[in-house]
């Protein structure tokens, strides 16, 4: 929903159009939140100034409630402890160092630009349903074969 002038829903919603703008809200947004396609709800803006939003404050708002949706995907009543939070570093860092050895052994064993590497690298990934770390970590262990992932980009 986009009403950049909340009295533009009166007819639709007149209590809540009375309660937006005795409390000074001009313009009134709802980007919808999704897990795969699927709605799960909504973010809502309200605005205080004359005007609306603009295009890429709506798309600022839809990336946020992508954000959103992971968010509540990844949800746990836990609360997080310091250690739950150095793994999860520990893993996006040692992650990174095997994509990045990874482009390094294609680029050099395919005389490739870096560039070309990452697109072989997700390329073959793609085709076979694996994520690019997955084949990345592979490769440092043997399986794919180097020669079997350059492939992906011949």
Do not use: C
């Not at 909340?6 to 007149?14: D, I, K, M, N, Y």
């Not at 999704?34 to 973010?43: I, K, S, T």
């Not at 050895?101 to 997700?122: D, F, K, N």
């Amino acid at each position: 929903m986009r009403a950049p002038e909340v009295g533009a829903l009166a007819g639709r919603w007149p209590r809540f159009t009375a309660l937006a703008a005795a409390a000074g809200f001009q313009g009134a947004y709802a980007v919808p939140v999704r897990v795969r396609e699927q709605p799960v709800g909504a973010l809502n803006l309200l605005v205080g100034g004359p005007g609306g939003l603009s295009a890429g404050d709506l798309e600022l708002a839809s990336a946020l409630a992508g954000v959103t949706a992971g968010a509540m995907m990844r949800w746990r009543s836990d609360p997080v402890r310091p250690s739950d939070i150095l793994t999860r570093v520990q893993s996006v860092i040692s992650a990174k160092a095997s994509v990045e050895t990874a482009l390094g052994m294609l680029a050099a064993g395919g005389g490739l630009t870096i560039a070309e590497a990452e697109r072989a690298l997700r390329e073959f990934g793609r085709r076979r349903g694996v994520r690019p770390v997955a084949v990345a970590q592979g490769l440092l262990h043997g399986a794919p074969k180097l020669d079997e992932v350059l492939a992906a980009v011949g």
